[in-house]
């Protein structure tokens, strides 16, 4: 499957493209409580896990509590190209998690998407960390 495929980590770098770029979905979700912010996370859990199951093209979809904000949700979503990411938003799980997550308490949320052009690992042969895209 494409998600084993896109998300192991290698050592050598993929180019992106060949039918559409991958793109990520990366921001924040702000509850006026942190009481409502893990009630979202908590509500929200089995609608991230059906997209995950029954989504072509979903290869991570993420919202977690943020660690040092007590009232934010972390969101990330890795999505195979922008068909994958067209049929999400038609599809009832995208629209029973929006709904879910605005009966919650929402006061602000900023939220980004990312077109992807090539992925390469983080760390070299070495094990070394690098901010560089060094293999493509």
């Keep these: 499957r494409a998600r084993l495929r896109c998300l192991h980590n290698s050592t050598h770098a993929v180019r992106c ?9 990366a921001g924040e979700i702000d509850f006026d409580t942190k009481e409502n ?11 991230q896990q059906a997209s995950r199951d029954d989504e072509p093209g979903c290869l991570a979809y993420c919202f977690a509590p943020d660690p040092c904000v007590d009232t934010r949700v972390q969101v990330y979503e ?39 052009d090539l992925k390469e690992p983080v760390y070299d ?6 901010a560089d895209f060094f293999t493509g």
């Design 125 to 130: 042969d070495t094990r070394t960390p690098r």
């Design 17 to 25: 493209g060949e039918g559409g770029h991958m793109i990520i979905i």
């Design 37 to 47: 912010r893990d009630r979202a996370v908590e509500l929200g859990i089995p609608l």
């Design 78 to 116: 890795l999505w195979e190209d922008e068909t994958s990411l067209a049929a999400h938003f038609e599809h009832r799980n995208y629209l029973n998690m929006r709904d879910t997550l605005g009966s919650c308490g929402i006061i602000g949320a900023d939220n980004n998407k990312y077109r992807v």
